[in-house]
């Protein structure tokens, strides 16, 4: 399935008033600043990767990885280069 960053940032912000955890203390707990969570909540596509993986494990949000079937492959520069 394919996610926009809007949906992310709302399933994030779902999760957090959940917990009944304010966005501050998000921040405090994360690492991170308020403005971060504030723009990742509204679904701002270009927040860094590495706090976003930072919130989502704060808040105890697991994602799963999938590569392709043989079927679906795309093809990558990467993959000329396999023997």
Do not use: W
């Not at 709302?10 to 501050?24: E, M, P, S, Y």
């Not at 991170?32 to 494990?57: A, D, H, M, S, Y």
């Not at 492959?73 to 993959?79: G, L, M, P, S, W």
């Amino acid at each position: 399935m394919k996610y926009t960053p809007q949906q992310i940032g709302a399933f994030i912000r779902r999760t957090r008033k959940n917990l009944g955890v304010t966005q501050k203390a998000l921040a405090l707990t994360s690492g991170t600043g308020l403005r971060f969570i504030i723009e990742l909540e509204r679904g701002k596509p270009t927040c860094q990767l590495g706090k976003v993986l930072t919130i989502l494990q704060t808040l105890g949000i697991t994602i799963d990885l999938e590569a392709p079937t043989a079927g679906r492959r795309t093809t990558q520069k990467a993959d000329r280069h396999e023997a």
